[in-house]
């Protein structure tokens, strides 16, 4: 792993840890694996960029970094950074990819991740961001996205893996718990299919919405764009009319 930016130096900011509450990073990993088909969910996200051949990538929410460990060793001729909040969750990122050396781990807040100094002079071909928007309040999801259309390449591909509207009953019940967990508020665009309408405020030109992986407790969409050079008509759209 390259040079890490110390993860010490962020300033503290309100958060949702991965499963809810702190304590519970350390069983992030065990508890996707078993509920999430994980291995299939990662194969199937790193397919969607391997597609576009980018020479570097953005990791928006790497979390305990196991999509990242999969996008350094299914894109060994591209530079991957992971960004996260998470301190908890990073150190166990580390860890993992010590001996990954395309990669460098930042921490960041996502919604002001385009003042990040160690982020200020890169562009990146393709963004990708799997299981962490639905953490985020609707106009913390509006803020972030803006900040990855600014780290773009003109013509950047952007990858979103994330809840959505869920498909069959068990989706439908299993989802239920998932909001329970996480909160109620920052899922509810998710649940009601909002984020293609969040994609094209913030400047972004959709090319693929559709259902990706069924589980017990939702259904993952993909969520596939192009970062529009000259932005979009509606980046002044107002959240209540998303």
Not at 85 to 110: C, G
Not at 116 to 135: A, G, T, Y
Not at 179 to 208: C, H, Q, W, Y
Request: glycine share 8%; aromatic share 6%.
């Amino acid at each position: 792993m390259k040079e890490t930016a110390n993860t010490n130096t962020a300033p503290k900011q309100d958060y949702v840890p991965a499963l809810g509450f702190a304590w519970a990073t350390k069983l992030y990993d065990g508890a996707i694996h078993i509920s999430m088909r994980e291995e299939l969910l990662r194969k199937r996200t790193v397919a969607c960029v391997k597609k576009t051949n980018p020479s570097n990538v953005l990791e928006a929410g790497c979390g305990t970094g196991s999509l990242t460990r999969a996008l350094a060793r299914g894109l060994p001729g591209a530079d991957i950074t992971g960004v996260d909040i998470d301190p908890q969750a990073l150190k166990i990122a580390q860890e993992k990819l010590a001996d990954a050396n395309t990669v460098t781990l930042v921490s960041a807040n996502l919604i002001n991740l385009a003042d990040v100094e160690e982020l200020s002079e890169k562009r990146f071909d393709h963004v990708v961001s799997s299981l962490v928007l639905h953490h985020l309040t609707t106009h913390q999801k509006h803020l972030a996205l803006a900040n990855l259309w600014a780290l773009m390449n003109d013509n950047g591909k952007l990858t979103i893996a994330d809840w959505g509207p869920p498909v069959g009953i068990v989706q439908y019940l299993g989802f239920w718990l998932v909001r329970l967990l996480d909160g109620m508020e920052v899922t509810s665009a998710n649940r009601e299919g909002k984020l293609p309408s969040l994609l094209s405020g913030a400047g972004f030109a959709i090319e693929d919405v559709k259902p990706l992986h069924q589980t017990a407790l939702g259904t993952v969409w993909l969520y596939q764009a192009r970062r529009s050079p000259e932005g979009s008509t509606n980046q002044n759209t107002k959240l209540g009319d998303i």
